[in-house]
C-alpha cells in the first residue's frame, strides 16, 4: 500500500450501524482510511456492526437518544447534529463524510452552521439508493433533502444510475461524483469443501446463494418463484443470507414446496466463506442502486444472475462477468439458473472474469483514494460552501 500523501486528515463518518450496504461501505471506507494514516470518528447510535474495535485511529462516539414523555416519536436528527458539532470541534475533524442523506446530510450541515466559521468541517454526501430513489419522490423529505445536498461541500453516488435519479429528482445544482462501493473481504477461515460439507451439500449439487437484507424491493416472492420453477429439486440448495428475519417468507416457500431446498441462516455478519462456497448468487431486486452483495460474491469467483435494474449493469458486464436478466420474469430467471447450473465450464469462466473484475475496479486500492483526492480537493477551498 502506498504511503499516505500528508498531511492526514481528521474524517468523521455516520453512517445507520445496521445490517445494509450504505453502513458496511461506509465502515470498510473508515478502516481503510485509518490504515492509510488518517484519523476516522464514527458517529452514529450504535457502533456498525461491522466496525471491528478497538482499532488504531479509529473512535467511536455513540449518540444518545432521550426519550422524553413529551415527544410520541423519539428525534435523532437533532442530537445526531450536536453529537456531529461536538466531536467536529473537539477533535478538529477536515471532514464530515455522511453516507446516507437521511437525515444525516441535514443533521452534518447543521452541525457545521453551529460551529464557528475557522472550525467548521467540509461535508461529504454520499448517496446510496433509497435517500434519493425512495424518500426523494416523498414530499415530505425532498425540499430538506434538496437542501442539505445543495448545502453540503460535495456530492458523491455509488453509480452513475443513481447520480442521474438525483439530478431527475432532486436537482440540487451541484455536481455528483461517481464513487463506486467497494469491499474489503476477510479471508475466510474454512474451506469452500468444509463449509459445503457443513451445509450438507453433496458434491453434485449446486449451491445457490442470495444474500441481502430481504426488505421489499429485494423481491423474495420472485426469487423464490423463480427457484420454484427448476426441475430436479435434488440438484440443487438454495442458501438465503438474511440480514432480516426471513420468517415473513416462510409461508410462500412452504406453497412453492422448496422448503427442503432453502437453507437459511439469520443475521450473518460475515459472508466470505458462504460466498466461497456458493456456485451462483441470485438477485431479483426490482430496484437497486448498487448491489454490494454480488460484488461479494464476485470477488470469490462465484458469478450472479441479477435483474437488469439500477446501476447492476454498472457491477455485472452481462455474459462477461455475470448473467442481467430483464426483471419481473421468473421463467427468464429460471432458465438463466437452469443454463448456468448445467455448465459448470462456463461458471468458471464468469466467475474468474468475475473475480478480475471486483480486483481491479471494486477494491479498496481502487476506490478509496477517490475518497482521499476528493477530501483534499475539497478541503483545500477556503471559502465554506454557503447555505443556498
Ligand atoms: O436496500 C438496501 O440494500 C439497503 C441500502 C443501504 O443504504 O444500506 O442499500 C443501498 O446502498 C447500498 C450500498 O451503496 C447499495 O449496494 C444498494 O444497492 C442500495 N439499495 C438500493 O438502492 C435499493
Redesign the pocket.
Known amino acids: 500500500m502506498a504511503a499516505p500523501s500528508p498531511p492526514h486528515l481528521r474524517i468523521g463518518i455516520t453512517c445507520?450501524p445496521s445490517v445494509?450496504?450504505?453502513?458496511?461501505?461506509a465502515t470498510s471506507l473508515g478502516e481503510e482510511l485509518a490504515l492509510r494514516g488518517h484519523e476516522v470518528h464514527f458517529i452514529s447510535y450504535e457502533r456498525p456492526f461491522r466496525l471491528k474495535l478497538p482499532a488504531e485511529r479509529i473512535s467511536f462516539h455513540p449518540v444518545e437518544i432521550n426519550d422524553y414523555g413529551l415527544f410520541k416519536y423519539p428525534d435523532y436528527t437533532l442530537p445526531l447534529s450536536v453529537k456531529m458539532a461536538e466531536v467536529a470541534a473537539q477533535h478538529r475533524l477536515d471532514i464530515l463524510h455522511v453516507h446516507?442523506a437521511v437525515p444525516h446530510a441535514t443533521a452534518a450541515i447543521l452541525a457545521r452552521s453551529m460551529l464557528p466559521e475557522s472550525i467548521r468541517p467540509k461535508v461529504v454526501t454520499t448517496l446510496?439508493?433509497?435517500?434519493t430513489?425512495l424518500l426523494g419522490k416523498d414530499p415530505g423529505y425532498a425540499p430538506a433533502l434538496r437542501h442539505a445536498l445543495a448545502s453540503s461541500d460535495a456530492l458523491t453516488a455509488?453509480s452513475t444510475f443513481?447520480a442521474n435519479e438525483t439530478r431527475r429528482l432532486l436537482d440540487a445544482g451541484r455536481a455528483i461524483e461517481v464513487i463506486p462501493?467497494f469491499i474489503v473481504p476477510r479471508t475466510p477461515l474454512l474451506t469452500r469443501e468444509q463449509v459445503r460439507a457443513d451445509l450438507g451439500i453433496a458434491a453434485d449439487q449446486t449451491l445457490l446463494i442470495h444474500s441481502?437484507?430481504l426488505?421489499p424491493?429485494?423481491r423474495i416472492d420472485l426469487l423464490l418463484e423463480s427457484v420454484a420453477l427448476l426441475p430436479n429439486p435434488d440438484s440443487f440448495r438454495l442458501l438465503i443470507l438474511a440480514g432480516e428475519s426471513f420468517e415473513p417468507h416462510r409461508a410462500l416457500a412452504r406453497r412453492l414446496g422448496l422448503e427442503s431446498q432453502i437453507l437459511v441462516r439469520e443475521r450473518v455478519a460475515e459472508v466470505e466463506e458462504f460466498m466461497q462456497a456458493a456456485d451462483l448468487s441470485l438477485i431479483t431486486?426490482e430496484?437497486?442502486?448498487?448491489?454490494?452483495s454480488i460484488v461479494e460474491a464476485m470477488w470469490f469467483a462465484c458469478p450472479s444472475i441479477s435483474t437488469n435494474v439500477?446501476?447492476i449493469p454498472e457491477v455485472i458486464q452481462s455474459g462477461r462477468t455475470g448473467v442481467l436478466v430483464p426483471f419481473g420474469d421468473p421463467q427468464a430467471f429460471a432458465r438463466a439458473i437452469e443454463d448456468l447450473k448445467n455448465n459448470p465450464a462456463r461458471r468458471a469462466t464468469l466467475g474468474q472474469a468475475a473475480r478480475d473484475s471486483a480486483r481491479s475496479q471494486f477494491s479498496a486500492d481502487a476506490i478509496v483514494p477517490r475518497y482521499e483526492a476528493l477530501y483534499r480537493r475539497i478541503r483545500a477551498q477556503s471559502i465554506p460552501q454557503s447555505i443556498k
Do not use: A, P, Q
Not at 20 to 25: A, P, Q
Not at 287 to 292: G, I
Open positions: 445507520y445494509g450496504g450504505s453502513g458496511i461501505l446516507y446510496h439508493g433509497t435517500d430513489t455509488v443513481l462501493n441481502s437484507n426488505r424491493g429485494k431486486s430496484s437497486e442502486s448498487f448491489c454490494l439500477g446501476g
